[in-house]
């Protein structure tokens, strides 16, 4: 049996010299295969209550109105930045954010992209982690966290996030293409093939998920 192919990584890393065009370019897509979008404005940060306070965070009941409705600016400006290819000045701001609100959902997904497209791979897992745990049944933080657990050569972790995507957006074909890398890194070629097949139904053209379907005999 050969191996499965190292998995794709979110943001592949490029040559020192265009690493920062390279970030521009990931970051404003937000993911591969236009999974999800970088803009999060619609998500919102009351959908669900607020965990309880850690050491390192305030506890919510202290975050006032002000503080949130800084916090919503500074994640705009982060966004606008980042699609400029500004993407030290759009940390800088979502930094910002989580400073006035630590649970805003926009801040720490993006700056979990940014991690990511640095190879910051544990960073981004725990930002990712956080937006999850904010938003519930959303697919793109969990997509976000599977392609580090991947790039991490933690497969099966990825598997599982993966499944919990594609149940919360079952039309999410970056999703789908990262539950098939994930299946094929792990051996079970029936549900990497059904994920390849998944993405082809989404995406007739797409030619990596051909290559899969062709590897696992699907």
Known sequence: MTDAPAPRPLFPAPPRRGRAAHLIIAVALGLPLAGCSFDLGSWGSDDKPKPAATADKPAADTITPQDVNSAKDHATRGQVLAHSGKVDEAQAEFEQALTSDPYNIQ?????????????QHQQAIDDFTAASGLSPQ?????????????????????????????????????????????YERL??????????NRVLALRPN????RSGLARTGG
């Open 107 to 119: 801040a720490l997904y993006g700056r979990g992209l940014i991690y990511q497209g640095r190879g």
């Open 138 to 182: 959303k697919a793109e933080p969990l997509v976000g966290r599977a392609t580090s657990y991947l790039a991490l050569d933690k497969a099966k972790q990825a598997a599982t996030d993966l499944d919990e995507a594609v149940q919360a957006d079952p039309n999410n074909v970056a999703a789908w293409s990262a539950r098939g890398q994930a």
């Open 187 to 196: 051996g079970d070629k029936a549900k990497a093939a059904a994920s390849y």
């Open 206 to 209: 797409d030619g990596s998920a």
